[in-house]
């Protein structure tokens, strides 16, 4: 389908939800003039004051005649001054696809890279252009790789997918903006209902009559009605423009294979799955740890550690490639699934291009660690922005395990509070298992229905992995608090933690490992021993 083609559709699309309004306004305007002629006077009232106030979110809806922007990503701006190389490629590329290149480059934390333009009159005439281009591809892609990444986007130029959006945008935000009003606004009739009747409930319970149950299912029932309509008409307009907005990605695909070879787009298709499910590990495991000890990586790191995962990970990460999902990652979603655009891609003629070795592209930038320290000051909340920053990563793992052992708040943490009254400690823990109340206290754990009623020896091995794990780290807690363990820091696997005085870390089973696990398994046995555990505990500091 021609630019014309689909601009006219998002028109008709747009026109029909304006239409819906109108009928909706009309058929409230004729039931109006019915209640007033033949209804009692009470009565008409009634359904002339219903018909106002459905009428006030379908107008509002209407007349928003500005489409609202939508919220660009945080992100470093930069100029051809600050990064030469990279907005050479950008005018280089824009050349290649027979475009203008965007008027502004904004540097993003995330892994993806999105144009957007501000057009005039719904699209009719060309606005002002950005590029959106996260970093983590930058760190991830060669620069082979990233020009038929850039290419997509710039296939969006051509293609007037930017420019017509704005019609499609304005439907969706329209729609989904009366919807909701619809639903606000049976919520808070539902609400004022639920009121009312607890007050006159607490009435009559003080007058020593029984309250009537509490029932709001029909209260703002003509609200929602409203909201299926409309939410009706939503799925129509998303299902139509679905088609057009996919059919755009496969177009879009077939200009970066055009100008930076099939094999480097196909390639970068893989890699970009990987960078996503990689970059979310990163974020998790790394970039974020010391949050709760509000706690940084150090200066430029928050966002320039992610290659170093991606280095030390390269084996593990390489299956990623072949697994491309075959589903779009939502039913409304923009983008057809990465294995359909790969296998597209694949299937065009060898053009002989992208398969050379090229370096990363991380190197087109001027300066890449000042570039990163700069992203982290435009893309982190202010609030992040103070905390302290860690001076190397292992010092940032250790304070972050520190704050999250200190905290600890487990179920056997939250069993022993209730079963002792006191609080939750490794002493007190201790004490219930040699006054043989370990299972006594199980019991209090959350249990699912079969453990909760199964027989004495089958509820102990149901329930002895829980207290394991709770008492290992109860254990850790102690040593932490005493700052005697050794946490070690690693780009390839899981932190390892070290007892006193071991060589190896708790997953090995020499030494003071295999003592310590075999001294937890003493303290959970069906006849337990807590002797073996408390000769590797730390002595409690003496007061001063």
């Known amino acids: 389908m021609g630019a014309t083609l689909r601009a006219l559709r998002a028109l008709v699309l747009l026109c029909g939800f304006y239409l819906l309004g109108l009928v909706l306004l009309a058929v409230a305007a004729v039931v109006d003039v019915a209640a007033v002629e033949w209804a009692p006077d009470a009565f008409a009232g009634k359904i002339v004051i219903v018909s106002l106030l459905l009428a006030v979110p379908v107008v509002r809806g209407m007349f ?7 919220e660009a990503p945080p992100g470093l701006p930069v100029t051809a001054a600050d990064e030469p190389r990279l907005w050479a490629l950008l005018r280089e590329l824009a050349a290649a696809t027979g475009t203008r290149a965007p008027d502004a480059v904004v540097l ?12 005039r009159l719904l699209g009719l005439r060309p606005g002002p252009r950005r590029l959106y281009l996260g970093v983590p591809l930058l760190t ?27 019609l499609a945008v304005r439907g969706r935000v329209q729609i989904g903006r009366t919807v909701g009003h619809f639903h606000a606004r049976a919520d808070s009739t539902a609400a004022a209902e639920r009121a009312r009747q607890e007050k006159a409930a607490a009435r009559r319970t003080a007058k020593g009559k029984r309250a009537k149950e509490i029932d709001t299912v029909g209260a703002g029932i003509t609200y929602r009605l409203m909201a299926t309509v409309y939410t009706a008409y939503a799925k129509l307009y998303m299902r139509a423009t679905l088609t057009t907005a996919r059919a755009q990605e496969y177009a879009a695909d077939l200009t970066a294979a055009r100008v930076a070879g099939r094999d480097a787009t196909a390639s970068a298709l893989r890699e970009l799955q990987l960078l996503s499910a990689a970059h979310g ?13 509000r706690r940084l990586p150090p200066r430029g790191q928050y966002f320039g550690g992610f290659g170093r995962m ?3 990970r390269e084996a593990e990460l390489a299956g990623l490639r072949e697994e491309l999902p075959t589903e779009p990652a939502s039913p409304y979603g923009s983008h057809p699934p990465i294995s359909d655009r790969v296998r597209r891609i694949e299937a065009l003629p060898a053009d002989g291009r992208g398969t050379q070795d090229t370096g990363p592209a991380l190197a087109l930038l001027a300066d890449p660690g000042r570039t990163l320290a700069a992203l982290e000051d435009a893309a982190l909340t202010d609030d992040v922005r103070q905390f302290e920053r860690a001076g190397d990563w292992e010092q940032l793992l250790s ?23 006191d609080r939750p400690t490794l002493s007190a823990l201790l004490s219930v298992i040699d006054d043989g109340r370990l299972w ?28 394991r794990d ?21 780009w390839s696997r899981p932190a390892a933690v070290r007892l006193p005085g071991s060589a190896s870390d708790l997953d090995g089973e020499a030494g003071t490992e295999g003592a310590f696990h075999a001294a937890v398994a003493a303290a959970l046995a069906d006849h337990p021993d807590t002797g073996p555990l408390r000769a590797l505990l730390p002595p409690s500091p003496q007061p001063a």
């Open 108 to 119: 993003t934390g995330d892994v993806n890279a999105a144009v957007s333009e501000e057009p």
């Open 470 to 490: 709770s008492l290992r780290s109860m254990v850790l807690a102690e040593f932490s608090a005493q700052s005697l363990l050794n946490w070690e820091f690693s």
């Open 399 to 421: 304070s972050s395990m520190a704050v999250g052992l200190a905290s600890l708040d487990t179920p056997l943490h939250r069993a022993i509070a209730l079963h002792t009254g």
């Open 440 to 467: 006594q206290l199980a019991r209090r754990l959350p249990l699912s229905e079969q453990a909760a009623t199964a027989p004495d020896p089958a509820f102990r091995e149901s329930v002895r992995p829980v207290l």
């Open 281 to 293: 590990f990163y974020l998790d495991s790394y970039a974020t740890l010391g949050l709760a000890a």
């Open 310 to 312: 991606l280095t030390a």
């Open 140 to 166: 991830g892609l060669t620069e082979a790789r990233l020009k038929a990444v850039l290419a997509h986007e710039y296939g969006h130029f051509t293609g007037g997918d930017t420019r017509l959006s704005a």
């Open 64 to 70: 928003m005649l500005r489409t609202p922007k939508g």
